[in-house]
């Protein structure tokens, strides 16, 4: 298979939040700490991790639309040139889209066809949101209505709509189907699997493993705001193909794979430990794993554990 | 470079405008009688070391005269303000908890007493309680409660709807429980910033009825009479008489408003991170 | 104990889409119900139908034959939402959310595994699966009879939603508390529950 092009390779990504504590300490919270991610075109790669580990603040922080007293570090390559602040805004809504968690990011005071179709009343436009809109059971009527008149599931859909009126290079979706029934999120996700197939790289950002095994090309584990592991989406299939003691320990809690599950919570980013941030619910936990970890290749993925071979 | 704790700055602000306030009425009640003394070997003096403010035609100390003036104006703004909020607390709670009727009739009268411009309506309550102290209280009273009674309404609407208040109901807890751990600590702060920024607006009007003689006497040194008064002495070239006064009771509202503004960031949680 | 849905309708305005259309379902203490339904059937509106958060149109719901909404005070359905942090008051500690339950013991915060630190915390400094053990364990005070789950580890890991159904289970088991759960997950259900009720218009 030939070698194909790296469209999004993210490094040694940090967001860090300045805020305020019992009144006037300033402190830093570092909510995402080493997050690497590549994305290839035509693939589609899903990052998984759990609500409130500041999954979302990686797609803002790609797109350049992260709250003002966030401070980024590491770096974004987008089609091998590094993503600055004035790319982000030059590239966003075009090459590179969203598709936000809700309408909120949608204007209230706009109809949505005009708002999807950003205004342009030419026909082919027209005909291509109409042909969308038939694929996700939306009626014509709906283009008619305002954000606040749709139900949740109509908002779902009309928000997955937006990314696929242009052709972009690039697809962010975070948490694109929370409320959708399943028979809704396999055809979602089947649009954003065609825009892969078409080319485009889909970053997939959910908490939903078992849905991201079923569309993606590759799933990176995510757990308190670091990636530990990178892997195939075969490597799921039994428990030795992974490399992460984190990325084992929720195979085994699915509950098809026998619903066990192991002591302790993720931690909040102000109390998260030295190094590995899994250590203290980790078996093979030894001092070395207190310092910094690397991310190196396993057998064909990427792992942030000094333990796997 | 690090940057600077913006709360501590805000709090700064917020002590300092508090401060400068507190001292200004100090000040003036103090000299409040030194303020009436005339003495015409010094009449009509343009600001100098001894007098930076000048003298009036009737050789009275202008500095002393401002300060008395500016601090009877806040004095009549807490008081006015103070009423006015409570004015609007109570409407506006009763508003949002009531039912249908009671709230139609309270917005009705908000949007009523919203829709008339406010000086007139002023002067005409002022006027109808016999001007003076009374009557510029009552007035400024009865006039500026419709923003914060429509904040605070809407406030426990948004609050009466919440999850978590639904939640509080179905383990039991009685109404009064749920408004005194859930309501109150939500209401309190918009309700203490409403109140400050309330201030700055209660001096203007105050000053601006006294000026156009709706207000209080002409004997105490208020800031509007001592405005109205300089009117006549501008086009002498004395300059002095007027400027002043205006820019201290500029500076008095911008004191207030930045108190209030600090106030809200500081309150605020998710304000003031920079 | 017996909770019953009786012939229950309801939607939201006059001219909106029929949520539910006389529906009727009832859960036993000994049991553990798990709730499939098509798409739009609006099992979060059901759940709250039957705490007592939203009154149906038509039909009743019943506790032990006697109408839900005549127990006053404490009532002995509580549900346990989908996102914790629209249950919490975001300017109280988190200590105030436990204390709103009815005496919770001291056992149910440990199996939750609820650290003393969190409890001085606002709801902004938890994560959410520390948040939604907070509310678990808020909605298993001393007079509760029924739990109604919805979706309440939909948003968590599955590390964090295994150890927290396996706590839940054990206790319901323990005080014979009638439970339903909502879910999109068939295998969690599968799990979860004794017994699954296929829900149709």
Redesign the interface.
């Known amino acids: 298979m030939e070698e194909r092009k790296v469209i999004l390779d993210i490094h040694n990504f940090s967001i860090a939040f300045e805020q305020y504590e019992n009144g006037f300490k300033k402190t830093s919270l570092p909510t995402i700490r080493e997050l690497d991610v590549t994305i290839h075109e035509g693939e589609m790669v899903a990052v998984v ?5 500041g999954k979302s603040l990686l797609a803002h922080g790609i797109l350049g639309i992260q709250p003002y007293n966030a401070t980024l570090g590491g770096e974004i390559i987008y089609d091998g040139e590094i993503l600055t602040e004035e790319r982000k805004a030059a590239l966003r809504g075009n090459e590179i889209v969203l598709v936000p968690q809700s309408v909120a990011f949608l204007d209230p005071l706009m109809k949505i066809g005009p708002q999807i179709r950003k205004g342009k009343k030419d026909k082919a436009s027209k005909e291509k949101l109409d042909g969308i809109f038939k694929g996700f059971h939306l009626k014509e009527e709906v283009q008619d209505l305002y954000p606040f008149e749709m ?1 949740g ?1 109509m908002n779902r859909r009309v928000l997955v709509s937006t990314a696929m009126m242009g052709n972009p290079r690039l697809v962010i979706a975070d948490e694109p189907t ?1 409320g ?5 999120v396999r055809r979602v996700m089947a649009h954003f699997r065609e825009m892969a197939d078409n080319g485009a790289g889909v970053l997939l950002i959910t ?1 939903d ?2 849905q991201a095994l079923e569309v993606a090309d590759r799933v990176v584990v995510f757990y308190a705001g670091t990636t530990v592991e990178d892997a195939d989406v075969k490597d799921f299939e039994k428990e030795e193909n992974l490399r992460h003691p984190y990325s084992k ?2 195979w085994r ?4 794979n026998g ?10 980013v ?1 109390d998260l430990p030295e190094g590995c941030p899994f250590g203290p619910r980790c078996k093979e936990c030894t001092a070395e794993c207190k310092k910094r970890i690397a991310y190196r290749e396993v057998r064909g993925g990427r792992v942030r554990c000094i333990h796997a071979v | 470079m690090k940057k600077m704790n913006g709360r501590i700055l805000t709090l700064v602000a917020f002590i300092a405008a508090v401060g400068f306030l507190t001292a200004i009425t100090i000040a003036g009640t103090v000299f409040a009688d030194e303020a009436m003394v005339v003495d015409f070997s010094r009449k009509n003096l343009a600001p100098c070391g001894q007098y930076i403010f000048g003298t009036d035609w009737m050789g009275r100390d202008m500095f002393v005269r401002t300060l008395t003036g500016l601090s009877m104006s806040i004095k009549i703004g807490l008081l006015a303000a103070g009423v006015s909020s409570i004015i609007a607390f109570i409407l506006g709670t009763l508003a949002a908890t009531m039912g249908k009727t009671v709230d139609s009739i309270i917005t009705w009268i908000i949007d009523l007493v919203m829709g008339i411009p406010h000086i007139l309506l002023l002067i005409l309550i002022s006027y109808a309680f016999g001007k003076g102290f009374k009557g510029v209280v009552i007035g400024v009273a009865l006039t500026h409660w419709t923003s914060l009674a429509r904040l605070i309404r809407g406030e426990v609407l948004q609050l009466k709807e ?3 208040i ?3 109901e ?4 009685s109404k009064f429980e749920i408004a005194w ?2 309501m109150v ?2 209401l309190l702060p918009q309700f203490l910033v409403g109140l400050i920024l309330m201030f700055p607006h209660a001096i203007l009007h105050e000053a601006s009825i006294t000026f156009l003689g709706f207000g209080l006497s002409p004997e105490q040194p208020a800031i509007g009479i001592i405005l109205s008064e300089s009117m006549t002495y501008l086009t002498m070239g004395k300059w002095w008489l007027a400027v002043f006064p205006g820019l201290l009771l500029v500076f008095t509202v911008v004191l207030f408003d930045v108190a209030g503004e600090s106030l809200r960031k500081l309150l605020d ?1 998710a304000s003031a991170h920079v | 104990m017996l909770l019953e849905a009786k012939n229950i309708s309801f939607k939201y305005g006059k001219d909106t ?1 029929q949520i539910l259309d006389n529906f009727s379902l009832s859960v036993e203490s000994h049991e553990r119900v798990g709730i499939i339904a ?3 059937f609006g099992k979060t509106t059901f759940c709250k139908i039957l ?3 939203e009154k149906p149109d038509s039909g009743e719901i019943l506790l032990d034959g006697k109408s839900l909404s005549s127990y006053k ?3 002995p359905v ?2 346990i ?1 989908q996102h914790p942090e ?7 500690h988190m200590r ?1 959310a436990l204390e ?3 005496k919770i013991e001291e056992r149910i915060i440990r199996g939750l ?1 609820i650290e003393d630190d969190w409890l001085n915390r606002y709801p ?8 939604q ?1 907070f509310c678990i364990a ?1 909605a298993l ?1 001393k007079r509760t009879k029924f739990i109604l789950a919805d979706e309440i580890t ?10 927290l ?2 706590f839940l289970i054990k206790e319901v088991q323990e005080r014979e508390i009638g439970l339903l759960a909502v879910s ?2 068939m ?2 259900l ?2 979860v529950c004794t017994r699954l009720q296929e829900l149709d218009k």
């Open positions: 991790g759990s609500s409130g580990s139900s599931g929370p959708l029934h399943m028979d809704m908490h493993l078992e320990a929720l809690a699915l509950p098809q619903f066990q599950f192991i002591d302790g919570t993720q931690p909040y102000k | 919440a999850t978590y639904k939640v509080a179905k383990l039991g807890k751990k859930h600590p939500h949680p | 889409r098509p798409s739009g705490a007592g958060y005070g404490y009532c509580q549900m939402w629209q249950v919490v008051n975001p300017r109280l105030a709103e339950g009815d595994g902004t400094e938890l994560s959410g699966g520390e948040m053990r808020r005070g939909t948003m968590l890991d599955l590390i964090t939603q295994s150890q159904w396996s999109h997950s295998p969690l599968q799990s």
